[in-house]
């Protein structure tokens, strides 16, 4: 018997909402629903997605709280949840995102995400690619060893944003 591990339907329009995943099988290595018009919330079922490795459902209508439960798939290395309408705090991050080790890309930009970013996240060891840009987050960035290697252009459009790395921006 075959199974699915990889689902790429970027760019077909599909509108809706998402399927249940993972709901037979926790085959599944790679979900790409890039570009489509899906409005409704991200499903629970993702959880039974254990080796799920890259989720990305970017550029979508996807109207829902930050899904934080995500941060319990510790096989994740790209999550890609940009333009959408997430809203909410980020700061309700749960400490179980600084153990997803695997996590290489994460791209939360365009949405109306709100709060601080969760120190949390500095603690991602492998974090190369972090876009938070255009939401609505405050207060100062954290600072850690993978954190402090990002530009001012990983947080930009976030007029409540303080710290380095805007501080050296202004500076120049």
């Given at each position: 018997m075959v199974e699915l591990s990889v689902l790429d339907f970027r760019r077909n329009n599909f509108t809706g909402s998402l399927p249940p995943f993972c709901a037979q099988t926790d085959s599944l290595r790679a979900i790409v629903l890039n570009g489509n018009l899906f409005k409704e919330p991200v499903p629970v079922s993702l959880l039974n997605c254990v080796g799920l490795e890259v989720l990305d459902l970017g550029n979508d209508a996807i109207n829902d709280i930050f899904p934080a439960w995500l941060g319990t798939l510790q096989e994740l290395q790209v999550l890609i949840l940009k333009f959408n309408l997430f809203h909410g705090p980020i700061s309700d991050i749960p400490m179980e995102w600084g153990q997803?080790?695997?996590?290489?890309?994460?791209?939360?930009?365009?949405?109306?995400?709100?709060?601080?970013?969760?120190?949390?996240?500095?603690?991602?060891?492998?974090?190369?690619?972090?876009?938070?840009?255009?939401?609505?987050?405050?207060?100062?960035?954290?600072?850690?060893?993978?954190?402090?290697?990002?530009?001012?252009d990983s947080y930009g459009g976030n007029v409540d944003l303080c710290g380095p790395p805007i501080k050296a921006m202004w500076n120049e």
């Open positions: 997803l080790n695997m996590l290489e890309a994460l791209d939360l930009s365009w949405n109306r995400l709100t709060g601080k970013i969760p120190q949390g996240l500095t603690r991602m060891n492998f974090l190369v690619v972090l876009k938070l840009f255009q939401n609505h987050l405050v207060a100062p960035i954290p600072h850690g060893p993978q954190f402090n290697t990002f530009e001012n």
